[in-house]
């Protein structure tokens, strides 16, 4: 262990001595700032992977187009909102563990987290692998069918890949390495292009639709083996003290108590805005279509405020790792001057964009009447949703995921999509009354999130980290 005092202003530890309290507004508003940057590439760079493969299938024909999004979207909701939440853990117990100068926990909290998702792809390849029978109780074109189930099982064989990045990049980010994945995806993206030109569309070598799932899953695997290499070559060792089994493989219960709450937060949001797709179809085809216009330009518009909550909580991490409550606190007024900027941003960006959003996915003047009305209230939905991302991400920082699940599961459940249901339906206000229900929970949620971050117990929060211990 590394015994000494964590420099929060150098990201270093100083030598055993009293405590520099350098943290200030100012010094912490730039360090996030400037962490945030690379974050914000990142999760673009990552989010237009699958949306390549949707465009190259797309290319081929409606048919194509249909069982990408339809296997995508499965494969997002099932595989990478998973993945995703279980690594969630990582950003209260690595920056935790970093921050307490215990670098070597660092390593197997990561090595135990990628363990614990490589048991549990197994039993999502089963799902994957088998997912048409299912489908084609609900799909009655046997041949998209089809098409979907083949794409999934393709896309199978990327999900360890994909999972082991996922990881990767909590891994460095714990140790302020927030650039790493940058780099990766940076290179990754041309040969993301050209593999899916070569798979896709190559006269010769080119294997139709199905060569882009094949693509998405070496692009993967390409991305946690370059990730390896950043840490071998370039930076990361420091927190690595060699393979551990024994330990990656036990006390999986004081992760899991973190994993699985992260999991229903991410979830809960992603299978909330399918549901309203699933319920837009009843609305007709201009509706759906509005409704699938908007829910991916809320796709994109979350990965901002996502990337700097990520920031956000790795710093407040360190700083509940090193006990240093007034810097957490100084952190976690920076997280929400920053929701604020986001919200405005954001809410801009739609609002008086929405016209030009629209023509950018279709020319149906019907679609564009309908994507109008729900872009506007998706755009004021922006403005509750930056603080309720910007407050999860402090809740992780503070390993409180737990009582982050337990809002989004009453914000979404409880609320947004009974009551949407209610003004869509019996309301007969159409699209326009579940977007009015989703506002309401986005609204809850980000003042529920509020209120538990103002009552905090930092005190006790520091406790309960200590005792969390590899």
Known sequence: MLIGTYDHEHDNYLSVGPRRHTTTTKSEFKFISRSSVPLIITFFLQYFISVTSIIAAGKLGPKELAAASLAVCTFNITGLAIFQGMATSLDSLCSQAYGSGNLHHVGIYFQRCSAMGLVFTIPLSVIWWYLGKLLQLMIPDQELVILTQQYLRYLTSGAPG???????????????????????????????FVLHWILVWHPVYGLGLMGAPIAVSIVYWLMSLLLLCYVLFVNGKKCWNGLDLQRSFSNWGSMLSLAIPGVVMVEAEYLAFEVLTILAAAFGTEALA???????????????PFAIAVAASTRIGHFVGSKDIRSAKIATRISFYFATFIALFNFSFIYFGRRYIGSFFTDSEDVLRASDVILTLAAFNQIGDAFNVLGAGVLRGQGRQRIGSVLNLVSYYLIALPVGFYFAFPGNKGLVGLWMGLILGVIFLALGEGFVIWRSDWEGIIILSERSEA
């Open 162 to 192: 994909l999972l082991l990045f996922e990881t990767g990049k909590r891994f460095l980010q714990a140790q302020h390495l927030f650039d790493a994945a940058t780099w990766v995806l940076v290179v990754m993206a041309p040969i993301n």
């Open 290 to 304: 509005a409704q699938s216009i908007t829910s991916n330009v809320a796709a994109l518009t979350f990965q901002l």
